[in-house]
């Protein structure tokens, strides 16, 4: 079983919507993770780090840890045609010294 | 502005030669990492190094060697390249809760 898995997609919005973006993990010891966005052809960037249960919010961005559930969610508010990129689950490890990614899921916001 | 760079943003091979693909960080991260990244399999972990010549096997090590002989400094080695090793490779430094990536090296092994 991989460490982290994600719906590849595409996942399609209308412009405003919510995008609600999800990834199981399989250790149940995680305690953290990573939300990454990577457009074609470009390099992933950062855009959310959530550690323990609940909710962290950040502009347009809410990532939630459910760890009884073994998920972590990234929900997009007012979803943005420059929002279409793909997003990438990763999960830290062995003192942040190891990161795994999920397949990321590609975000499609029509306008 | 924090910056990953890495050597060539294209570089094309035949099969056999020895590639090597350099990665610098001006972070001061301890933190660094190789992927690589193909179309429907996502990014896979290759090497990752904790600090100044310590490295440990990711995922899918096997044709691949790596050495850090400074801390800015991730060199992935192709010891043989194989056509399978055809891919986007992508340098990242982490410190704490920041991860960073370069622009990556799109490699083609003919």
């Known amino acids: 079983q991989k460490e982290v898995e994600q719906n590849s997609g595409p996942l399609s919005v209308p412009e405003g919507a919510i995008a609600s973006l999800n990834c199981t993990y399989s250790?149940?010891?995680?305690?953290?993770f990573f939300w990454y966005r990577q457009y074609s052809g470009k390099s992933p960037e950062l855009i959310m780090f959530?550690?323990?249960?609940g909710d962290k919010e950040d502009g347009r961005f809410t990532a939630q840890l459910n760890k009884a559930s073994q998920y972590v969610s990234l929900l997009i508010r007012d979803s943005q045609p420059s929002d279409s990129a793909t997003y990438l689950c990763?999960?830290?490890?062995?003192?942040?010294?190891?990161?795994?990614f999920g397949t990321g899921t590609k975000l499609q916001v029509i306008p | 502005d924090v910056k990953v760079t890495q050597s060539s943003r294209y570089l094309v091979k035949r099969t056999g030669e020895k590639v090597f693909l350099e990665c610098v960080q001006d972070?001061?991260?301890?933190?660094m990492f190789w992927y690589r990244q193909d179309p429907g399999l996502g990014l896979r972990l290759i090497y990752f190094?904790?600090?100044?010549?310590?490295?440990e096997k990711g995922d899918i090590p096997e044709g691949y060697s790596v050495s850090r002989e400074k801390k800015e400094r991730f060199s992935l080695i192709l010891e043989s390249a194989s056509t399978n090793q055809t891919s986007m490779y992508l340098c990242?430094?982490?410190?704490?809760?920041?991860?960073?990536f370069g622009p990556g090296t799109r490699l083609t092994v003919t």
């Open positions: 990763a999960v830290p490890s062995g003192g942040y010294q190891k990161v795994t």
């Open positions: 250790d149940r010891g995680s305690q953290s």
């Open positions: 959530i550690y323990s249960n």
């Open positions: 972070m001061d991260h301890e933190n």
């Open positions: 190094s904790y600090d100044v010549k310590m490295k």
């Open positions: 990242a430094s982490l410190q704490g809760t920041e991860q960073y």
